[in-house]
Antibody, heavy 120, light 110 residues
Framework: EVQLLESGGDSVQPGGSLRLSCAASGFAFSNYAMNWVRQAPGKGLEWISGISGSGGSTYYADSVKGRFTISRDSSKNTLYLQMNSLRADDTALYYC?????????????WGQGALVTVSS | QSALTQPASVSGSPGQSITISCTGTSVDVGGYNDVSWYQQHPGKAPKLMIYDVSYRPSGVSDRFSGSKSGNTASLTISGLQAEDEADYYCSSLRSSSTYVFGTGTMVTVL
């Protein structure tokens, strides 16, 4: 059974940093691209970052480029999101998602989400 | 990065069919056959319903179908059921290997 379990969500002050983790199990982790998608309270979904199965290619939305860094550790079957220079509009539930296949945004498994609150 | 445009809400009676539109541009919806649709119930993670415009993942009811014409993709739910009441989001590949979601549509079963 595929499972994705996010952790690391917390409340942080503007300008602060946080690292989210997503522990994966039940599939060949290194064979699949992984992504982070966030959802602000009461708002829609926003794709923010993706990484290839090998970790050699990374992609970011303009809203987080230069502030967030996605990475993965295949020895630990874990996906990460390092978030720096956090702003109030980064407040959201952060989901990690596994991509089904090459190409489009076909995310077939999602975690339960990690809540990040940025507030002074 | 602007979101794809969806109607805020769509409603229908049980047994009816409804269609949700998702309008983008030539750099996303119109440029690739990489459009997906997600269903999200309150407090739950999104669920993939359609990918690559019209393909259903294993386990998704065949009452859900997808299509695309030009810069607009569509999700049709036939034989509407109470359990279909949820938020629906489209998503597309955009140039430079990034993705974009739609604004979301609340489906109400009357």
């Amino acid at each position: 059974e595929v499972q994705l379990l996010e952790s690391g969500g917390d409340s942080v002050q503007p300008g602060g940093s946080l690292r989210l983790s997503c522990a994966a199990s039940g599939f060949a982790f290194s064979n699949y691209a992984m992504n982070w998608v966030r959802q602000a309270p009461g708002k829609g979904l926003e794709w923010i970052s993706g990484i290839s199965g090998s970790g050699g290619s990374t992609y970011y939305a303009d809203s987080v480029k230069g502030r967030f860094t996605i990475s993965r550790d295949s020895s630990k079957n874990t996906l990460y999101l390092q978030m720096n220079s956090l702003r109030a509009d980064d407040t959201a539930l952060y989901y990690c998602a596994k991509r089904l296949a090459e190409g489009g945004p076909n995310f077939d498994y999602w975690g339960q989400g990690a809540l990040v609150t940025v507030s002074s | 990065q602007s979101a794809l445009t969806q109607p805020a809400s769509v409603s229908g009676s049980p047994g009816q069919s409804i269609t949700i539109s998702c309008t983008g541009t030539s750099v996303d919806v119109g440029g690739y056959n990489d459009v997906s649709w997600y269903q999200q119930h309150p407090g739950k993670a999104p669920k993939l319903m359609i990918y690559d415009v019209s393909y259903r993942p294993s386990g998704v009811s065949d009452r859900f179908s997808g299509s695309k014409s030009g810069n607009t993709a569509s999700l049709t739910i036939s034989g509407l059921q109470a359990e279909d009441e949820a938020d629906y989001y489209c998503s597309s590949l955009r140039s430079s290997s990034t993705y974009v979601f739609g604004t979301g549509t609340m489906v109400t079963v009357l």
